[in-house]
């Protein structure tokens, strides 16, 4: 038998004997005829199954459309095999369907019915894979399988899945009548989730179809079936779970997840700013933080080349119509003279820190600096020695200059350059091309370093970490090699792990809780914690599973056991298996790509983004003891009275306190961190929560300390006054650390908040909850609380004077008159400050030149003299900067004496 029948015999085997319409999808190479097989063989079958009656379509798309915005239906050659140039090459009957993106080559009997067809959407109802699925066509696989047939894409699109949406491509295309304006919609991939299709799940369906058949041939396989049951299996399929076509589709599935949470988190504007031109460095950052952050939403400006001071000063400028939330500041030495000249450098280095100081004054916010570093040459050690010395001076100067400031932060790229990269920080081609002043490399890597600025800005950074054993904590396997033969301090290589459990150590120390997942007899390896000389004892692991369990299982139950999220936790473990397995079913859990190498352990983790920290308040180092606290409750929880009795013993305190200067970071970090009992999830930022306690609206912080655990806020409560009715008060967030859940607090917060605003005759509360995956805990709060339920999102309830059932917790009301701030304790205490005061009033004296024997009780606008417009707009300028504060419209109209801004400043 010749090739060409021995090829025609197959297809005839997997088709129909009634001729109709076959849509013939190929690939030759994974097919591998024989070298003799030929064009002419393969169109040989085509003019068979004319001659039969069938009407076949073969596929010739045109992807480059979607880029070029041109296409010729003459001129495009297909980009998805040969089969369809061939036909519409040889065979003159045959043409090519009208899309500049999906075309078939149509030939025979009935052609005409795949002719003229204009669709809305590229597989829509009234697109041409729609007509195949009306008139039922075969689909036959030559070689490719089912998994490649492109019309499982109109099944997603029918079925709206959610990491697929639409997008308009605009371009010319000519279909025989010359070049037309044309417009296609097409329901294309999420790049950001970037969806990798893997349809091959439901070839187990297709082929238990009655209309499924199969054969081989030379080296692959033909495989056919009805568009109408290959519709039927993938809608069945896709209705069941949206991302079954999706590989990794756990994975995928949190990322959308992420997306979706994203568009309801306000837009952190991000400013790259420096005199060169940073157009890369922008770029590789906005790509890092759309991988590590894909639940946050971030808009980046940087500003044109040469116009850093305009750009600045001028208040029409983009830079600060863009009002941006996150400066990253990057000039050099180069920058403030580009000769190097040293008698430049002091001048134009105030002028640097001026501009810096001016831009902050209308944009509140983070401000990330970079040091500056020397990246030149020099021909003798005195003249390199002189330069290191100005560098000296003028780092010194510059971080004096913000020392005050707690939203300023320095990057030391020579320190960088020294623990992270062999690789040069500037590249001299690009700095003379285009003035870029970074190495590729460097942009990777300095975009890494600002993430991790950006991940703990916004309360992102891990809480927890899971540790392996073997090769991990220690060198060997306790198994095979026994106790004492384990590697861990002396010589090397357990020096190398000494070093990398100092680094553990120091993360716990900041408030990171360390935990144990290990595959190991737990008699055993609890023994050799407890014996071998290590820097991290039995008493500092907070929990652990020694078991052979799957690793993935354990975690769950740790995060379940502390109650938190598996998006705080980072996994560390030798294995590139365990690791992978845990990438695979637990997402959302941090992993630490090890080195092979342990000798780099310890810089892998400290230069991980997760992991990085730029401020820490006095909760973050208590955390500890709380969780121990949380483990010991759930144990009691299955004995009620053991339980009640056991939170009794604890004997809480829990303070309700205002906003004050001393616990606004811990506020905003709580705003950004809480995920699973927090009713809406509104990230509000430090100047917003401001804004809404001097707007008349009430922030309350929640602390809690017993008898094992110190004082430490937990909770947050913003109230505002529904603006339609004065008589309704609306809790527009509420959220409890995820460590103090169980023990009654989230009701009894509600309670002590309705009591509150009765007495500041309100007559309703508001309550809403915005439910997703993560606040579960809170979805039936004020259902069970007696709340009316108003919509999908709103409750509300009748306030009155509630007296509701306490015998947990000593309460300490601190908006009451007669317990007042003074008995805070003294962690949140915010009493003025003398030095606080001492510096306003030397910034009233400085501004308006009064000498220091003046009182200034009666210094007022227009009457003091020197206090004109001029003045009050610099007074209220420093005082924002100096003081961290955001003046309302309100508080400007009235600002005008000195007791009056002192009255906003400190009460």
Same mark, same amino acid.
């Given at each position: 038998?010749?090739?060409?029948?021995?090829?025609?015999?197959?297809? &005839?085997?997997?088709?129909?004997?009634?001729?109709?319409?076959?849509?013939?999808?190929?690939?030759?190479?994974?097919?591998?005829?024989?070298?003799?097989?030929?064009?002419?063989?393969?169109?040989?079958?085509?003019?068979?199954?004319?001659?039969?009656? %069938?009407?076949?379509?073969?596929?010739?798309?045109?992807?480059?459309?979607?880029?070029?915005?041109?296409?010729?239906?003459?001129?495009?050659?297909?980009?998805?095999?040969?089969?369809?140039?061939?036909?519409?090459?040889?065979?003159?009957?045959?043409?090519?369907?009208?899309?500049?993106?999906?075309?078939?080559?149509?030939?025979?009997?009935?052609?005409?019915?795949?002719?003229?067809?204009?669709?809305?959407?590229? %597989?829509?109802?009234?697109?041409?894979?729609?007509?195949?699925?009306?008139?039922?066509?075969?689909?036959?696989?030559?070689?490719?399988?089912?998994?490649?047939?492109?019309?499982?894409?109109?099944?997603?699109?029918?079925?709206?899945?959610?990491?697929?949406?639409?997008?308009?491509?605009?371009?010319?295309?000519?279909?025989?009548?010359?070049?037309?304006?044309?417009?296609?919609?097409?329901?294309?991939?999420?790049?950001?989730?970037?969806?990798?299709?893997?349809?091959?799940?439901?070839?187990?369906?297709?082929?238990?179809?009655?209309?499924?058949?199969?054969?081989?041939?030379?080296?692959?396989?033909?495989?056919?079936?009805?568009?109408?049951?290959?519709?039927?299996?993938?809608?069945?399929?896709?209705?069941?779970?949206?991302?079954?076509?999706?590989?990794?589709?756990?994975?995928?599935?949190?990322?959308?997840?992420?997306?979706?949470?994203?568009?309801?988190?306000?837009?952190?504007?991000?400013?790259?700013?420096?005199?060169?031109?940073?157009?890369?460095?922008?770029?590789?950052?906005?790509?890092?933080?759309?991988?590590?952050?894909?639940?946050? +939403?971030?808009?980046?400006?940087?500003?044109?080349?040469?116009?850093?001071?305009?750009?600045?000063?001028?208040?029409?400028?983009?830079?600060?119509?863009?009002?941006?939330?996150?400066?990253?500041?990057?000039?050099?030495?180069?920058?403030?003279?580009?000769?190097?000249?040293?008698?430049?450098?002091?001048?134009?280095?105030?002028?640097?820190?001026?501009?810096?100081?001016?831009?902050?004054?209308?944009?509140?916010?983070?401000?990330?600096?970079?040091?500056?570093?020397?990246?030149?040459?020099?021909?003798?050690?005195?003249?390199?020695?002189?330069?290191?010395?100005?560098?000296?001076?003028?780092?010194?100067?510059?971080?004096?200059?913000?020392?005050?400031?707690?939203?300023?932060?320095?990057?030391?790229?020579?320190?960088?350059?020294?623990?992270?990269?062999?690789?040069?920080?500037?590249?001299? +081609?690009? %700095?003379?091309?285009?003035?870029?002043?970074?190495?590729?490399?460097?942009?990777?890597?300095?975009?890494?370093?600002?993430?991790?600025?950006?991940?703990?800005?916004?309360?992102?950074?891990?809480?927890?970490?899971?540790?392996?054993?073997?090769?991990?904590? %220690?060198?060997?396997?306790?198994?095979?090699?026994?106790?004492?033969?384990?590697?861990?301090?002396?010589?090397?290589?357990?020096?190398?792990?000494?070093?990398?459990?100092?680094?553990?150590?120091?993360?716990?120390?900041?408030?990171?809780?360390? &935990?144990?997942?290990?595959?190991?007899?737990?008699?055993?390896?609890?023994?050799?914690?407890?014996?071998?000389?290590?820097?991290?004892?039995?008493?500092?692991?907070?929990?652990?599973?020694?078991?052979?369990?799957?690793?993935?299982?354990?975690?769950?139950?740790?995060?379940?056991?502390?109650?938190?999220?598996?998006?705080?936790?980072?996994?560390?473990?030798?294995?590139?298996?365990?690791?992978?397995?845990?990438?695979?079913?637990?997402?959302?859990?941090?992993?630490?790509?090890?080195?092979?190498?342990?000798?780099?352990?310890?810089?892998?983790?400290?230069?991980?983004?997760?992991?990085?920290?730029?401020?820490?308040?006095?909760?973050?180092?208590?955390?500890?003891?709380?969780?121990?606290?949380?483990?010991?409750?759930?144990?009691?929880?299955?004995?009620?009275?053991?339980?009640?009795?056991?939170?009794?013993?604890?004997?809480?305190?829990?303070?309700?306190?205002?906003?004050?200067?001393?616990?606004?970071?811990?506020?905003?970090?709580? *705003?950004?961190?809480?995920?699973?009992?927090?009713?809406?999830?509104?990230?509000?930022?430090?100047?917003?929560?401001?804004?809404?306690?001097?707007?008349?609206?009430?922030?309350?912080?929640?602390?809690?300390?017993?008898?094992?655990?110190?004082?430490?806020?937990?909770?947050?409560?913003?109230?505002?006054?529904?603006?339609?009715?004065?008589?309704?008060?609306?809790?527009?967030?509420?959220?409890?650390?995820?460590?103090?859940?169980?023990?009654?607090?989230?009701?009894? *917060?509600?309670?002590?908040?309705?009591?509150?605003?009765?007495?500041?005759?309100?007559?309703?509360?508001?309550?809403?909850?915005?439910?997703?995956?993560?606040?579960?805990?809170?979805?039936?709060?004020?259902?069970?609380?007696?709340?009316?339920?108003?919509?999908?999102?709103?409750?509300?309830?009748?306030?009155?004077?509630?007296?509701?059932?306490?015998?947990?917790?000593?309460?300490?009301?601190?908006?009451?008159?007669?317990?007042?701030?003074?008995?805070?304790?003294?962690?949140?205490?915010?009493?003025?400050?003398?030095?606080?005061?001492?510096?306003?009033?030397?910034?009233?004296?400085?501004?308006?030149?009064?000498?220091?024997?003046?009182?200034?009780?009666?210094?007022?606008?227009?009457?003091?003299?020197?206090?004109?417009?001029?003045?009050?707009?610099?007074?209220?300028?420093?005082?924002?900067?100096?003081?961290?504060?955001?003046?309302?419209?309100?508080?400007?109209?009235?600002?005008?004496?000195?007791?009056?801004?002192?009255?906003?400043?400190?009460?």
């Amino acid at each position: 038998m010749t090739l060409r029948n021995e090829f025609f015999d197959a297809i &005839t085997k997997v088709i129909p004997d009634k001729p109709g319409f076959l849509v013939i999808y190929s690939s030759f190479s994974r097919l591998a005829p024989p070298g003799q097989f030929t064009a002419s063989d393969a169109l040989y079958s085509i003019k068979k199954l004319v001659a039969k009656g %069938w009407t076949i379509a073969l596929p010739a798309f045109t992807f480059s459309f979607c880029k070029s915005g041109k296409y010729a239906f003459n001129k495009n050659k297909s980009e998805t095999g040969i089969y369809a140039d061939w036909v519409l090459k040889e065979i003159s009957s045959s043409f090519r369907s009208k899309h500049p993106i999906y075309s078939f080559v149509v030939v025979g009997k009935n052609a005409n019915v795949l002719d003229n067809i204009v669709s809305t959407t590229t %597989w829509g109802n009234d697109s041409i894979f729609s007509k195949f699925e009306e008139v039922n066509a075969q689909l036959l696989m030559i070689g490719c399988g089912l998994k490649s047939c492109t019309q499982i894409h109109r099944y997603e699109e029918i079925n709206e899945v959610p990491y697929r949406y639409f997008k308009y491509f605009e371009g010319i295309a000519d279909y025989g009548q010359g070049f037309n304006k044309t417009k296609i919609k097409m329901f294309v991939r999420n790049l950001d989730i970037n969806p990798n299709l893997d349809s091959q799940i439901l070839e187990k369906y297709f082929k238990k179809a009655i209309s499924y058949k199969e054969t081989n041939l030379f080296k692959g396989v033909l495989n056919s079936l009805t568009t109408k049951d290959f519709a039927k299996i993938s809608n069945e399929q896709i209705k069941k779970n949206k991302f079954v076509l999706v590989k990794n589709s756990i994975q995928k599935q949190l990322i959308y997840e992420k997306i979706k949470e994203s568009l309801t988190q306000p837009i952190y504007n991000i400013a790259v700013l420096g005199h060169a031109n940073l157009s890369n460095l922008e770029k590789e950052l906005s790509e890092k933080l759309k991988s590590y952050l894909p639940e946050r +939403r971030f808009s980046f400006y940087s500003i044109p080349y040469g116009q850093f001071a305009r750009e600045i000063m001028e208040s029409s400028s983009g830079l600060r119509s863009f009002k941006p939330y996150i400066k990253i500041f990057t000039s050099n030495i180069n920058d403030l003279s580009p000769m190097m000249e040293k008698d430049d450098f002091e001048k134009n280095l105030d002028d640097y820190i001026d501009q810096i100081i001016y831009l902050n004054k209308n944009n509140k916010g983070f401000n990330i600096i970079f040091k500056f570093f020397l990246k030149d040459q020099f021909s003798s050690n005195s003249q390199q020695r002189e330069y290191c010395s100005i560098i000296e001076h003028l780092n010194n100067k510059l971080e004096e200059s913000f020392k005050s400031s707690k939203n300023t932060f320095f990057v030391d790229l020579a320190h960088e350059a020294m623990v992270s990269s062999t690789k040069k920080i500037e590249d001299k +081609r690009l %700095w003379y091309l285009g003035r870029f002043p970074f190495s590729s490399h460097w942009d990777d890597l300095i975009s890494d370093k600002l993430s991790s600025f950006i991940i703990a800005f916004l309360g992102k950074s891990i809480r927890a970490i899971i540790l392996d054993l073997d090769n991990t904590l %220690w060198g060997g396997v306790l198994g095979e090699d026994g106790i004492s033969n384990l590697s861990i301090g002396g010589d090397f290589p357990g020096n190398v792990f000494y070093d990398f459990q100092k680094a553990l150590l120091d993360l716990y120390e900041r408030g990171i809780v360390l &935990t144990i997942v290990s595959k190991n007899d737990e008699e055993s390896a609890i023994k050799a914690i407890k014996n071998l000389n290590m820097p991290i004892s039995i008493d500092k692991i907070s929990s652990h599973k020694i078991s052979w369990k799957k690793k993935f299982e354990s975690i769950q139950e740790i995060a379940s056991e502390l109650n938190l999220g598996l998006e705080s936790f980072l996994f560390i473990d030798d294995n590139p298996i365990e690791r992978q397995q845990v990438m695979q079913f637990l997402p959302e859990v941090r992993v630490l790509e090890l080195p092979e190498d342990p000798v780099h352990y310890k810089n892998s983790l400290l230069s991980n983004p997760y992991v990085y920290s730029v401020f820490e308040t006095s909760e973050d180092k208590k955390r500890i003891q709380s969780y121990k606290e949380l483990r010991e409750i759930k144990k009691r929880k299955f004995d009620l009275v053991s339980y009640e009795t056991y939170l009794s013993e604890l004997k809480m305190s829990v303070h309700f306190a205002p906003l004050t200067n001393e616990n606004i970071n811990r506020a905003y970090q709580l *705003c950004q961190k809480t995920n699973q009992f927090n009713t809406t999830t509104i990230r509000f930022t430090s100047q917003e929560l401001q804004t809404i306690n001097a707007s008349g609206g009430t922030i309350i912080l929640v602390g809690l300390e017993s008898k094992n655990s110190e004082f430490e806020n937990i909770g947050l409560l913003v109230i505002e006054e529904d603006l339609v009715c004065k008589e309704r008060a609306i809790l527009k967030l509420f959220l409890l650390s995820c460590r103090v859940l169980g023990r009654g607090l989230e009701k009894l *917060c509600i309670y002590w908040c309705m009591n509150y605003l009765y007495k500041l005759k309100y007559k309703y509360l508001i309550g809403k909850i915005i439910k997703n995956n993560k606040n579960i805990p809170t979805h039936k709060l004020f259902e069970e609380l007696k709340f009316e339920n108003k919509d999908d999102e709103t409750w509300e309830i009748l306030i009155k004077d509630n007296k509701f059932e306490n015998k947990i917790f000593q309460i300490c009301d601190h908006f009451k008159e007669d317990n007042n701030q003074d008995n805070l304790p003294s962690s949140y205490s915010d009493k003025v400050k003398l030095n606080d005061i001492q510096k306003f009033d030397d910034l009233i004296r400085s501004v308006l030149n009064i000498q220091k024997e003046k009182d200034l009780n009666g210094a007022e606008y227009g009457s003091t003299p020197g206090w004109d417009s001029m003045a009050q707009f610099q007074l209220v300028a420093e005082i924002e900067n100096i003081f961290g504060i955001s003046f309302t419209s309100y508080q400007l109209e009235h600002a005008t004496s000195y007791k009056a801004l002192k009255e906003i400043i400190f009460n």
